[in-house]
């Protein structure tokens, strides 16, 4: 009955090493068309139709905030920089030639969206290459995507999977770093989500066109509302902004209770692999 144990696991254990191997062999592919496909939904899903983007003066900020997330979401799954940087820039050329005003309703509006475009597609691409460090490096992208994103999807999802990942390198001896590392992802998602609303809220307060003067003080107009936001309504928004997806928490929890279920199932399999190996006469 031991031996016929064995012999399954030892089966299954080869079997997982082909699947790995698979994996390893088609990822780059696959990551670059989930790239593609993900680009737009990241950034702007909900706001125009589909690869179309906000592309007016009174939308700057979300305009900047969503190529940045839509840039770091295609800089997560892409590992190689010129591949990443191609869908970006091709992308981001797409949506401005299907969106872009024939005009300028404010001074310098189309130079103004184009460098907030460019900004943000460049913050996107440094931001999300720092996923490639690991389960922490990724969660920190994913935490940052859900902060930034204006778009309309579910925002605690991505948030929930971020508080989970640490999980996957967490161990009895690294408790304390392993909670520590939730922590830090739950400040870091909480501010790029202050810093994303505070941002809004000064866009928002941008005169009307007849009114809007040079572009200095269209800039001077929109940093003085988002820092007064920042300064003065840090607080009640952070706490606004727990209160709407704290029922994803729970979701994080689960996920984080099967992600270590998993992998002390899994070290198990190695180990009694292991040990068979080493039992084996002539071993």
Not at 81 to 97: I, Q
């Amino acid at each position: 009955m031991g031996t016929t144990l064995n012999r399954a696991e030892a089966r299954a254990a080869t079997e997982q090493g082909r699947l790995r191997g698979v994996a390893r062999r088609y990822w780059p592919e696959l990551a670059l068309l989930l790239g593609i496909l993900l680009w737009w939904p990241a950034g702007f899903w909900g706001l125009q139709s589909w690869l179309q983007l906000p592309l007016q003066a009174r939308d700057g900020a979300v305009v900047l905030l969503g190529a940045t997330a839509a840039a770091a979401s295609v800089s997560l799954l892409v590992r190689a920089p010129w591949p990443r940087f191609a869908v970006v820039v091709v992308l981001s050329g797409l949506g401005w030639l299907l969106s872009a005003p024939g005009s300028d309703r404010y001074p310098d509006e189309r130079e103004v969206l184009a460098i907030l475009l460019g900004l943000g597609a460049f913050l996107g691409i440094a931001l999300g290459a720092r996923g490639h460090k690991g389960p922490i490096g990724a969660a920190t992208v994913l935490a940052l995507v859900a902060g930034l994103s204006p778009a309309t999807w579910p925002h605690g999802a991505p948030l929930a999977v971020a508080l989970a990942l640490p999980f996957a390198v967490a161990s009895w001896q690294r408790v304390a770093p392993t909670l520590l590392g939730v922590a830090r992802l739950l400040v870091v998602w909480l501010a790029s989500a202050l810093v994303a609303q505070s941002l809004r809220h000064g866009w928002d307060h941008l005169p009307p066109a007849t009114q809007a003067g040079s572009m200095g003080h269209q800039l001077s107009v929109v940093t003085s509302a988002t820092w007064d936001f920042l300064r003065t309504q840090w607080w009640a928004s952070s706490q606004t902004t727990l209160s709407q997806v704290a029922g994803w928490f729970w979701v994080a929890a689960v996920l984080a209770l099967l992600i270590a279920a998993t992998r002390a199932v899994t070290s198990g399999v190695r180990r009694r692999s292991r040990d068979d190996s080493s039992s084996r006469p002539g071993s």
